[in-house]
């Protein structure tokens, strides 16, 4: 064992279990034990961005059947900020929310929010969008941060890059990835119940990949996320790399692909032995009016339903379809705020539906039959399924 294995172990007690139940080759039905509840996988975990899911209450997510939620540092550290956290004892306690929460590492939004951010050796510098001054998130910084927040789950700081940058570029960011999570590990106030998990770089390139994970996996942390995807990479390639990555991440730990939220993607990620997903997509496409079901998207707002008394979808649990007709939905979709609401339950429902459904079916045996049936409605039949779904099904085990 390492020396920095040794340390980390010496230092922290994760305060987390994954027991895998039962498995379809990669496919895996897992339980994960955090310290405030269990999470059955897999599992996609909405975007609170603040702490709260867009239009949605707290007593709604527990209804839903919410495990646990995302929050976001950059957001969360400007508003309230870590004193109102300190005083309160962190988020939980400041928002009444029971459940479980996995904080990001602030670092994404520094690229996806500011136009001038870069990475540097000591972290992400930017301009603050406050006063244009400039600022510094450093992995002790993000650490912080998440510390007061109080989160279950804490994301390391990374460096991230596009998945189509050049070889140099993909080099730089896989091994200062590596040096900042001993950065986070030794930041990280032990006598807090947070887990601390590492993301894995390295872009498209294979050799990147592997030297990525072997170094995450050494330091022995109770989970790990698969980044630097969803960045316009072809499908194939995106497959490939979560192969790679669920091939080796350890089996007694969670595997989490960050920003995928595509009812198909999870499904294909979820057949290659990913455990977690998150995404705004759900909530964010609600807002514009479109919602998921069986047979794909479908445009709440065309005026073509506003005769139609059935619900979204029939078969749909949530309580949005049990009490409102499309011919409803589109009357209110873009006039009364209550739509945005009605259609981000939907979403969020057919989406732990679809992950629940894909848990059983590994559990009773069926599971090449849920996914080959649940990709035919999708795309319309077996002939319409993309080339990238179909090979990668095939990684994972799943042949027609």
């Not at 007690?13 to 039962?22: G, T």
């Not at 994960?32 to 899911?53: F, Q």
């Not at 749909?316 to 009364?336: D, G, M, R, V």
Request: glycine share 10%.
């Amino acid at each position: 064992m390492s020396e920095a294995r040794k340390k980390v172990k010496r230092a922290v007690e994760w305060p987390l279990k994954c027991k895998v139940e039962a498995k379809f080759h990669k496919a895996r039905a897992a339980t994960i034990t955090l310290p405030h509840g269990e999470v059955k996988t897999p599992v996609y975990m909405p975007v609170g961005t603040k702490g709260a899911i867009k239009g949605i209450t707290y007593d709604q997510m527990k209804e839903l059947g919410c495990q646990i939620l995302l929050g976001n540092t950059y957001h969360l550290g400007n508003y309230p900020g870590t004193e109102t956290l300190d005083l309160f004892g962190g988020l939980h306690q400041y928002t009444g929310w029971s459940g479980n929460i996995l904080t990001d590492s602030g670092g994404y939004q520094m690229v996806s929010l500011l136009k001038l951010a870069k990475f540097t050796e000591q972290g992400v510098e930017f301009e603050s969008p406050v006063d244009g001054s400039k600022m510094l998130l450093t992995p002790e910084e993000s650490i912080r941060i998440q510390n007061s927040i109080g989160s279950d789950i804490m994301m390391a700081l990374d460096d991230v890059v596009s998945p189509l940058s050049g070889y140099e570029r993909l080099e730089e960011a896989t091994y200062r990835t590596t040096r900042w999570i001993d950065r986070c590990i030794s930041a990280h106030d032990s006598s807090k119940s947070q887990n601390l998990f590492g993301i894995v770089q390295g872009g498209l390139n294979e050799d990147l990949r592997s030297i990525s994970l072997e170094a995450l996996i050494e330091r022995d942390l109770p989970g790990y996320a698969i980044g630097g995807l969803c960045g316009g990479e072809a499908k194939e390639d995106f497959c490939r790399v979560v192969d790679q990555c669920t091939d080796k991440l350890p089996e007694d730990k969670p595997r989490y692909v960050m920003g995928i939220g595509y009812p198909v993607d999870l499904v294909v990620c979820a057949v290659l032995g990913a455990d977690m997903f998150d995404c705004v997509f759900p909530t964010r496409t609600a807002r514009f009016g479109t919602v998921f079901t069986r047979k794909g998207f479908l445009k709440i707002k065309k005026n073509s339903l506003r005769q139609d008394l059935t619900p979204i979808e029939e078969t749909c649990p949530c309580s949005t379809c049990a009490k409102y007709t499309k011919a409803y939905l589109a009357s209110i979709i873009q006039k009364e705020e209550a739509a945005c609401n009605l259609l981000s339950v939907h979403n969020i429902v057919f989406l732990y539906k679809i992950m629940n459904d894909f848990r059983e079916s590994i559990l009773n045996c069926s599971m090449p039959d849920y996914v080959k049936g649940f990709m035919e409605d999708w795309h319309g039949g077996k002939d319409n399924i993309p080339e990238w779904v179909i090979n990668g099904l095939k990684r994972g085990g799943v042949e027609w």
